[in-house]
């Protein structure tokens, strides 16, 4: 099949950028009818052919040895033929490009974009002639694939039914996965299994193959089509399948159009595989120009009461969301440098069966015991911020009916984000059709992959940012929106209140590593009286709630616990005061998968790092080099770490060493940390 180097002609070298046209020349190939492009430093490199059927493959290799075996390329359809045989290679193109652009927020200022593309039209060699281009980018960190159908008479709507590209292993390994098409959406525990086990599960899918290379299989720009779950058909072969629909078709698109990326990171090792940037630089540029009306910034809220059931959403004497009641959380932020203040309950339609049923929800109406304008011009002048919190029930139609009105009065009151929410089980979120019809959708089929960015386009309209929970993943298309400035889309700290069961001690190392790749999480971190309802035991250390600032990333970032919780803990209550939520830089110093973590953050404007470390049930002692920090500068590091016997099995659970030492570039910090435990530390410039 790789027989002979064929020379690329000088209109396909044309095509490159003139800095990598040497790589081009050199990674791209022609072999027995198949077209080869390597990445910029030639590493991966991946083929497309077509076999003695007409059928399309794709396959990969990573320095020479196979990563990605020969896997189907194509799509089943409803009310035609399937795209998946009868096709030859109808030409090719390639190029590359070397640039860097900058994100307002995240994890790293300045993103580089460094690939090699490989774009193959395949057309049908039958009397329908039909023609569909794959286009790849091959990155030195991993690859992206999707499909672009041109507009074409024999080919003008695609009603797809499902997906047919594979993944096709050369190995197998061990994968940390959720399962997909459950009806808890995205919040389960991770499961560990080889992954010739795996059934079906949502991206991103994390492995560690025999050989030690680390893949994670995920998807970008996820406009206007259904999610992609990963489906194992045997072995080590697996397929994309789309999330389903109420209606025959999966997705239906008018051509011309193009699919989401279908993206794969490779590394070496699990720092490596979070350090790739593969996703945001799959999605288009931001749309939405100058956001600079959004400020990452910290918040607290009337939240973590209701999850104790010390309070509640609904009307009457228990309502979390009294006037009096925010009137103090708005006084707590203030005192304590919290840009917001979280309001659930507010807003008519709590009161009943609320649950899968969001008819009777209003966003612009507050019940009688929440006073809004009092309450808005209130945190003005304190210096805050209330957010709204739109919960939905899973009656999308519902809020899209109200949206301009929703955000309308939102932004009146000086609401500068909303949290959404689509309290539902999968399967269940209503849609309303032109005729009256009702029916029921996933939470992240095509339906809902189009109602997130009409929610997102509506918010922006009026400087407003959002944060949904109950969400679609997230596919990086915070660059092109960067408004999405977070979500949930996993088991976050409510887990821990309600013991059903808590989250485990290797959670945040799982999370990392896993939902993490996809982008920021609103985890709703820092309960520091580590209690549930009823005063059970949450599975953590102090100072690992602490580490969970850095370890979980967000632009937004909660100081989930009750107020009279913190004036419990007030040494370490400082850190959360003092962390910083934007950076513009990360770098992952340590860490395996589901077992522990360290990684450091530069914050954006005060140049100081901060570092979080987490573990698992096990307790370990990590060697922290400090050679991310300025040369010829001496720093404090405000250490705040595990304290001997701190374990989150027993009463220990708190004991935590708050320490400051004098520390330079060069040094090495030794961190232990207990059962359960972590740390966290900022350095400051002396």
């Given at each position: 099949m790789m027989r002979g180097l064929m020379a690329l002609t000088a209109l396909t070298l044309a095509s490159a950028a003139p800095a990598f046209a040497q790589d081009v020349a050199?990674?791209?190939?022609?072999?027995?009818?198949?077209?080869?492009?390597?990445?910029?430093?030639?590493?991966?490199?991946?083929?497309?052919?077509?076999?003695?059927?007409?059928?399309p493959h794709y396959a990969v290799t990573r320095g020479g040895k196979p990563l990605v075996e020969p896997s189907r390329l194509g799509f089943l359809l409803t009310d035609a033929p399937k795209l998946e045989r009868n096709f030859a290679i109808a030409s090719h193109t390639t190029s590359s490009a070397d640039t860097t652009w900058q994100q307002p927020w995240g994890e790293w200022q300045t993103v580089r974009d460094r690939h090699t593309e490989l774009r193959v039209q395949l057309k049908e060699t039958t009397a329908l002639a039909r023609v569909m281009d794959?286009?790849?980018?091959?990155?030195?960190?991993?690859?992206?694939?999707?499909?672009?159908?041109?507009?074409?008479?024999?080919?003008?709507?695609?009603?797809?039914?499902?997906?047919?590209?594979?993944?096709?292993?050369a190995s197998d390994?061990?994968?940390?996965?959720?399962?997909?098409?459950?009806?808890?959406?995205?919040?389960?525990?991770?499961?560990?299994?080889?992954?010739?086990?795996?059934?079906?599960?949502?991206?991103?899918?994390?492995?560690?193959?025999?050989?030690?290379?680390?893949?994670?299989?995920?998807?970008?720009?996820?406009?206007?089509?259904?999610?992609?779950?990963l489906r194992r058909v045997e072995g080590t072969r697996f397929r994309a399948t789309l999330s389903p629909s109420s209606q025959a078709a999966r997705v239906s698109r008018d051509a011309p159009f193009t699919t989401p990326w279908r993206t794969v990171r490779v590394a070496d090792s699990a720092p490596q595989l979070y350090m790739s940037q593969l996703e945001l630089n799959l999605n288009e540029p931001n749309k939405l120009g100058d956001v600079s009306w959004f400020t990452p910034s910290k918040y607290v809220g009337v939240w973590w009461e209701m999850h104790l059931d010390k309070a509640t959403w609904a009307t009457g004497d228990k309502l979390g969301a009294k006037t009096a009641n925010v009137k103090r959380y708005i006084d707590f932020a203030a005192k304590n440098?919290?840009?917001?203040?979280?309001?659930?309950?507010?807003?008519?339609?709590?009161?009943?069966?609320?649950?899968?049923?969001?008819?009777?929800?209003?966003?612009?109406?507050?019940?009688?015991?929440?006073?809004?304008?009092?309450l808005s011009a209130y945190a003005k002048k304190k210096g805050v911020h209330l957010i709204g919190h739109h919960e939905t029930a899973g009656g999308a139609s519902q809020y899209e009916a109200q949206l301009d009105d929703a955000y309308r009065f939102a932004a009146a009151n000086g609401i500068?984000?909303?949290?959404?929410?689509?309290v539902t089980d999968a399967g269940q979120v209503d849609r309303d059709w032109p005729d009256g019809k009702r029916t029921q959708e996933w939470h992240d089929g095509q339906f809902m992959a189009r109602h997130h960015l009409k929610v997102v386009e509506t918010a922006a309209k009026y400087k407003i940012a959002v944060n949904p929970h109950e969400p679609i993943k997230d596919?990086?298309?915070?660059?092109?929106?960067?408004?999405?400035?977070?979500?949930?889309?996993?088991?976050?700290?409510?887990?821990?209140?309600?013991?059903?069961?808590?989250?485990?001690?290797?959670?945040?190392?799982?999370?990392?590593?896993?939902?993490?790749?996809?982008?920021?999480?609103?985890?709703?971190?820092?309960?520091?009286?580590?209690?549930?309802?009823?005063?059970?035991?949450?599975?953590?250390?102090?100072?690992?709630?602490?580490?969970?600032y850095i370890v979980l990333y967000s632009p937004i970032q909660m100081a989930a616990d009750l107020p009279e919780n913190y004036a419990k803990y007030p040494g370490a209550f400082q850190f959360i005061k003092d962390v910083a939520v934007d950076w513009t830089d990360t770098r992952v110093l340590n860490g395996e998968v589901g077992d522990y973590v360290t990684v450091v953050r530069k914050a954006k404007g005060s140049g100081e790092w901060f570092l979080g470390a987490v573990t698992d049930e096990e307790a370990r002692t990590v060697e922290v080099k400090l050679d991310f920090l300025e040369p010829g500068k001496t720093f404090e590091a405000q250490i705040y770490r595990d304290g001997e016997g701190a374990d989150y099995r027993t009463a220990k659970r708190h004991a935590i060493v708050i320490e400051k030492k004098t520390v330079k570039r060069g040094d090495t910090l030794p961190l232990w940390m207990g059962p359960g435990g972590g740390a966290a530390i900022r350095f400051v410039a002396r």
């Open positions: 050199q990674g791209t190939a022609q072999r027995d009818g198949g077209i080869s492009v390597a990445s910029p430093d030639g590493t991966l490199r991946v083929t497309v052919t077509v076999d003695g059927d007409g059928r794959v286009v790849f980018r091959v990155f030195d960190d991993g690859f992206g694939f999707r499909y672009e159908f041109p507009g074409q008479d024999n080919l003008k709507t695609l009603n797809i039914a499902d997906e047919l590209t594979e993944f096709a292993l390994g061990t994968a940390w996965w959720t399962p997909a098409g459950e009806w808890n959406r995205y919040e389960y525990l991770y499961n560990k299994t080889p992954v010739s086990a795996v059934t079906q599960a949502h991206t991103p899918v994390t492995m560690k193959l025999a050989d030690g290379t680390h893949l994670a299989f995920h998807e970008a720009a996820l406009v206007d089509f259904a999610g992609m779950w440098g919290f840009r917001g203040v979280l309001v659930e309950g507010w807003n008519v339609g709590w009161d009943g069966g609320w649950f899968d049923n969001g008819d009777a929800f209003d966003f612009d109406k507050p019940v009688a015991q929440f006073d809004m304008a009092a500068e984000v909303v949290k959404t929410g689509y596919t990086g298309l915070r660059r092109t929106y960067p408004n999405w400035v977070s979500r949930e889309g996993a088991r976050g700290q409510e887990y821990n209140a309600w013991g059903v069961p808590k989250n485990p001690p290797e959670h945040e190392a799982n999370l990392f590593f896993t939902r993490m790749l996809a982008g920021p999480f609103d985890f709703t971190p820092g309960v520091l009286s580590l209690e549930g309802k009823n005063g059970e035991p949450i599975h953590s250390t102090l100072a690992k709630q602490l580490a969970q």
